[in-house]
């Protein structure tokens, strides 16, 4: 499995493909729908965002179960290439859960958040059309980022934007993602989903945390 590693705003990020023919993809996204056609505003978390999903609703009896467990053997395979590639001074171990699935049609957006309860956290671009879907937006948190328009206009000017190593410099940032992309940052990585275009073709992910513990002697 190819694991792609770049820095934005100085955070790792790791990336990979999973392969359609190795889960119940189909199954998993029917559910999805389904639920989303109950109420396509399924919103339990906050006052802000419209959109489906199933954050701190998971219990609720009035939508449907998703089975992931075709998932998750995938996902504690590359979880497990990613911890493979970091760098600890001790012996670790790991711990994932799946959090959430989010279901965002027209006009749906998700509010501006970090996961500060877990160590890293993951998206799975489960349904991603990559010409009317928008990829995960990160927000960069450094105080630089609000004077470099005022103060080095002609260095915004001049660096490539689509370049990761130039994204310290920028607000904001996004990653060239396509459909069944894995993404991993730390959990302390703010970000957020704008405004979705497509009509045709909700944008769904599927959303996981990732705790590390020194290994029990």
């Known amino acids: 499995m190819k694991m792609d590693k770049t820095l934005i705003f100085g955070f790792p990020v790791f990336t990979t493909q999973i392969s359609k023919s190795l889960y119940e993809r189909k199954k998993i996204i029917s559910a999805i729908e389904q ?6 505003q399924r919103n339990k978390w906050d006052n802000q965002s419209v959109m489906h999903h199933s954050y701190n609703d998971w219990s609720n009896p009035t939508y449907k179960k998703v089975d992931f467990s075709t998932l998750l053997p995938i996902y504690k395979k590359v979880i497990q290439e990613i911890i493979d590639q970091m760098s600890f001074s001790k012996p670790i171990q790991y711990t994932f859960q799946i959090v959430n699935y989010t279901c965002l049609g027209s006009s749906n957006y998700m509010a501006s958040h970090d996961h500060p ?3 890293f956290s993951a998206v799975h671009y489960l349904q991603f059309d990559k010409v009317n879907h928008s990829p995960t937006l990160f927000e960069n948190s450094s ?42 940052v730390p959990g302390v990585m703010r970000h957020c989903i704008e405004s979705q275009q497509s009509k045709k073709k909700n944008r769904i992910t599927v959303v996981i945390n990732v705790d590390i513990k020194k290994q029990d002697a």
């Not at 639920?35 to 396509?40: A, G, L, P, T």
């Not at 630089?144 to 990761?164: E, F, G, I, K, S």
Request: charged residues 25%; hydrophobic residues 35%.
């Open 143 to 184: 105080p630089h980022v609000n004077y470099m328009l005022t103060l080095r206009p002609d260095l915004l000017a001049t660096l490539a934007p689509n370049h990761n190593v130039n994204s310290w410099a920028y607000r904001d940032w996004k990653l060239d993602s396509d459909e069944d992309d894995f993404c991993l």
């Open 35 to 40: 639920n989303f056609k109950i109420n396509n």
């Open 117 to 119: 309860g877990c160590d």
